[in-house]
């Protein structure tokens, strides 16, 4: 079964800090990986995604991901942080079966002015 | 264009009521997904349509009953609303369900609160 691990529920950053929000994964094979991002009361709006090759993605709003297939994880993060990127944060595994994208928990960006 | 759109977005009704959701989507996907978020924010699949046949059916209860009149589209119809239901419902579409086709796209949402 496949299923994503986010550790960290509430992180809260300084405007213009870095930022790295971590996703754990477990799945038999070679997983997709994907971020989402969702603003209060809207929907999710995909970051990026993972499916092969280069193991680091970019994606929009200046964010970024590394899949380490040795440590099953999926890091997203982003250099400089704006307050507009105040959030919940989804990371999701799926694959080649015939299976929906499976969620994490979520983690909610706070940004300090 | 809107590329998945549900309605109504916010719904408020009785317990005991019965409610649809509407979801219609013009990316010209083959598969549709009705997704639960509860309060936690966490989100559960609960039903994926492909070309119209059901293929997922998570554990949901009866009362819940998707519909698929054809692949652009995917109605959810909650009979006699519990206290519990209340959550924001995604309908979501993927070019089709497996490998690299799978990039989920969502709608805004649907807010079900049942009083």
């Known amino acids: 079964a496949q299923s994503v691990t986010q550790p960290d529920i509430h992180i809260t950053v300084s405007e213009g800090a870095s930022l790295e929000l971590r996703c754990n994964y477990s799945y038999g094979a070679t997983p997709y990986l994907f971020w989402y991002v969702q603003s209060p009361g809207q929907g999710l709006q995909l970051l990026l995604k993972?499916?092969?090759?280069?193991?680091l993605v970019q994606g929009i709003k200046g964010f970024e991901a590394e899949f380490k297939r040795s440590q099953s994880s999926f890091n997203l993060r982003k250099p400089s942080v704006h307050w507009s990127d105040a959030a919940e944060y989804f990371c999701a595994v799926g694959g080649a079966g015939r299976r929906a994208l499976t969620f994490g928990s979520g983690t909610r960006l706070q940004v300090q002015p | 264009d809107t590329a998945v759109s549900q309605t109504p977005k916010y719904l408020v009704t009785q317990m005991g009521n019965d409610k649809s959701i509407k979801c219609e989507q013009n990316?010209?996907?083959?598969?549709m997904y009705w997704y639960k978020q509860d309060s936690k924010k966490f989100l559960k699949i609960m039903f994926s349509y492909n070309n119209k046949e059901l293929i997922i059916n998570e554990t949901v209860p009866n009362r819940f009953s998707p519909k698929s009149p054809d692949k652009a589209h995917l109605n959810l119809h909650i009979n006699s609303l519990e206290l519990g239901d209340s959550a924001v419902y995604f309908c979501?579409?993927?070019?089709?369900?497996?490998?690299?086709?799978?990039?989920?796209?969502f709608g805004e949402g649907s807010w079900l609160t049942v009083v």
């Open positions: 979501a579409s993927s070019q089709d369900l497996t490998g690299r086709g799978n990039t989920i796209y």
């Open positions: 990316l010209g996907h083959d598969t």
């Open positions: 993972y499916f092969s090759g280069d193991t």
